[in-house]
C-alpha cells in the first residue's frame, strides 16, 4: 500500500467505486474550501403550516417548547435557535436517552451554520441541502440522517455516530471525524480536503487506497482482506 505522509491534504470518497478528488496543498492546516451554494431550497409552505399547528400546542413538564415549536426556531429565527442551544438546552424535548430530540425531523435546506448540536439526537432526519458549516455534533447522533449535498465545513463531528448516515455530495472540508462512527456512511462524491480523521471508525479502507495523502493524526491504515 502506498506510504501516506501528513504533508499533504486530500478529499477521498468512502465508497471504493467513486472517483476520489485529491489535492495537494502547502498550507494543509489552513486549506481554502470551496464555495457551497445549497440546492435544496426550504419548503417553505411546509414550514408555515408546522408553525401554525406548533402555536397551539402547549410545552409540558418544564419545557420550553415542543419538538414542533423547536423546528420551526431552526428554520425561521437562527438567532433565537443559537440562544436556546447554548442556554436553554436542558428546556427542550429530550429522547429516553437525554438527548435533544430531532429524531426523523425535516430541516432540509435550512441555515443552521454555527449552531450547538452536540449530544442532539437526529437519527432519520432530512438535512438535505442544509448549511450546517461551523456547527457542533460531538456526540450526536447522525444515524440513518439524510445530509446529501449538505454543507458541513468547519463543522465538529467528533464521537458523533453518523452510522448508515447519507452524505452524497456533501462538503466535510476542514471537518473534525475524530472518533466518529462510520459504518455503512455512504459519501458518494463527498468533499473532504483538509478532514481530520484520527481515529475515526469502521470507516473504508478505500479513502486510503484511493487517496494521496489524508490529511490524519495517527489514524492506522486498515488492514486488507
Not at 426523523?104 to 451554520?113: H, I, M, R, W, Y
Not at 461551523?134 to 447522525?142: H, I, K, Q, V, Y
Request: aromatic share 6%.
Amino acid at each position: 500500500m502506498q506510504k501516506l505522509t501528513l504533508a499533504s491534504i486530500s478529499c477521498a470518497l468512502l465508497v471504493s467505486s467513486a472517483p476520489v478528488f485529491a489535492e495537494n496543498n502547502a498550507a494543509i492546516f489552513s486549506p481554502t474550501c470551496t464555495e457551497w451554494k445549497s440546492s435544496v431550497p426550504v419548503d417553505v409552505e411546509k414550514l408555515d403550516k408546522l408553525r401554525k399547528r406548533a402555536a397551539r400546542e402547549r410545552p409540558s413538564k418544564g419545557l420550553s417548547q415542543t419538538k414542533n415549536q423547536f423546528i420551526v426556531l431552526l428554520g425561521k429565527n437562527l438567532v433565537g435557535a443559537r440562544d436556546t442551544l447554548a442556554n436553554y438546552k436542558n428546556k427542550l424535548p429530550k429522547t429516553s436517552k437525554g438527548m435533544v430530540d430531532l429524531r426523523d425531523a425535516t430541516l432540509e435546506g435550512f441555515n443552521l451554520s454555527g449552531l450547538n448540536l452536540d449530544n442532539v439526537d437526529l437519527s432519520g432526519a432530512e438535512l438535505n441541502g442544509a448549511n450546517l458549516s461551523g456547527s457542533t455534533f460531538r456526540g450526536a447522533s447522525l444515524h440513518k440522517t439524510e445530509l446529501e449535498g449538505a454543507n458541513l465545513n468547519n463543522s465538529n463531528l467528533s464521537f458523533a455516530n453518523a452510522s448508515s448516515a447519507e452524505l452524497n455530495n456533501a462538503s466535510l472540508c476542514q471537518a473534525d471525524l475524530s472518533s466518529a462512527e462510520f459504518e455503512d456512511a455512504v459519501l458518494l462524491g463527498a468533499y473532504m480536503k483538509g478532514a481530520k480523521l484520527d481515529r475515526v471508525r469502521n470507516i473504508s479502507k478505500a479513502v486510503y487506497q484511493n487517496a494521496q495523502g489524508i490529511l490524519f493524526f495517527g489514524l492506522p491504515v486498515p488492514a486488507e482482506n
